[in-house]
């Protein structure tokens, strides 16, 4: 590979923009493609929780603990960059199943603990109706999501790169054997190597290539109310709702914190967690209706990432996963060592995609 190569990264969400920025500072020739407004789609309709959460096995949880220590680095390398770490409530799950819950990840070292009604009232005071037991985790937070990825552009950019808005890119351009850059209405674009970070897109261009990568793309609805004095302090996931509220005072909840499919009535089940939020929360009446958000998640078949060279299709890298707020900065610094320096980082080991059976590359070179 040339000394600084060019990579030009289809999607401009918090991935591609993680991996920008962490391409650009270690020398590459870096260019950011978006169908649209830099800031991605699934990127600005997501909860943006950061953590290592229930019901993954442990290599997965110790990618998203990297990750999460990431996220501390990246305040001090980007003072523009705001994360709140302020702790997560949680008691969405059966008696049984929080106790293994904490059980599993207090024993790899979780910061979990239980917490008495008492102390959870102490924790979030403005609770209307707080549960006689919960789990809190303090390392836990969450970020705005399209100021971080503005954030991490803006910083590719003032170090050199390009970000392109509103040129959806057609297709991949094959020579020679390998991809060497892509198409789109305004021509060809080259690159040495190109990665795809472009969400649910991401399925129709490595299919050009050959390659049958499987995703879904569940919805997940969200509502958002107008700006209200400050009444939660942290993350709150209850069987009800998974609720924060923005620094600037804004709530922000959904069934789950993938938002949850509304089903066929979107106005109506956006109301209800609309009340939902009203319910939960102490002068919860005085909450005004902003806006509802229904987002499609891209998620590998498998639930877990897909980060890595595409196989038999030289110069096409692939990075998708449903956890991108939690991974964006750990799959940012891994992407740029494996394409710059040819190293994969250990914890990606289960995570390429040579394990989707389905996905032999026939490569559709010319």
């Known amino acids: 590979m040339a000394e600084h190569p060019h990579v030009l990264i289809v999607g401009a969400g918090i991935i591609g923009a993680s991996i920008a920025w962490q391409l650009r500072r270690a020398g590459a020739r870096v260019t950011v493609i978006d169908s649209g407004t830099p800031g991605g789609i699934a990127t600005r309709r997501s909860w943006a929780w950061i953590n ?13 603990m990297r990750s999460m220590a990431a996220w501390r680095r990246l305040e001090g390398e980007l003072p523009g960059l705001q994360v709140s770490w302020s702790g997560g409530l949680i008691w969405d799950m059966a008696p049984a199943e929080l106790d293994a819950y904490a059980a599993e990840h207090g024993a790899w070292g979780y910061g979990i603990r239980h917490v008495d009604r008492a102390e959870i009232r102490r924790l979030e005071p403005a609770l209307a109706e707080p549960p006689a037991q919960a789990l809190h985790v303090a390392e836990e937070g969450s970020v705005e999501p399209l100021a971080a990825t503005e954030t991490l552009l803006g910083a590719a950019r003032e170090l050199g ?15 020679a054997g390998r991809v060497a850059g892509v198409v789109n209405d305004a021509g060809r674009y080259e690159a040495d190597t190109v990665v795809l970070a472009a969400g649910v897109a991401t399925q129709g ?6 390659f049958a990568l499987p995703l879904t793309a569940p919805r997940g609805l969200l509502v958002t ?16 709702l998974h609720l924060r ?15 949850g499919d509304p089903g066929e009535d979107v106005a109506g089940a956006a109301d209800e967690v609309f009340q939902g939020i ?40 692939v990075a998708v996963t449903h956890s991108g707020i939690t991974l964006a900065p750990v799959v940012g610094s ?20 040579g394990r989707f059976p389905q996905g032999v590359a026939r490569a559709h070179v010319q």
């Open 334 to 353: 891994f992407v740029a060592e494996e394409i710059l320096a040819g190293r994969r980082d250990a914890l990606l080991a289960p995570y390429g995609l």
């Open 161 to 175: 790169a390009a970000v392109i808005a509103d040129r959806p890119v057609r297709g991949l351009d094959f020579r």
């Open 278 to 317: 009203r319910r939960m929360v102490q002068g919860g009446r005085d909450l005004i209706f902003d806006s509802h958000s229904l987002g499609h998640r891209p998620m590998p078949a498998d639930g877990f990432p897909a980060v890595g060279a595409v196989p038999g299709a030289p110069g096409l890298y």
């Open 52 to 64: 290592a959460s229930r019901g993954n096995p442990e290599p997965y949880f110790r990618l998203r």
């Open 225 to 240: 109310t107008k700006p209200h004095a400050k009444l939660l302090k942290g993350l709150v996931m209850a069987p009800e």
């Open 205 to 210: 261009l490595a299919t050009a290539a050959g």
């Open 245 to 259: 509220q923005t620094a600037e005072g804004r709530f922000i909840a959904g069934a789950d914190f993938g938002g």
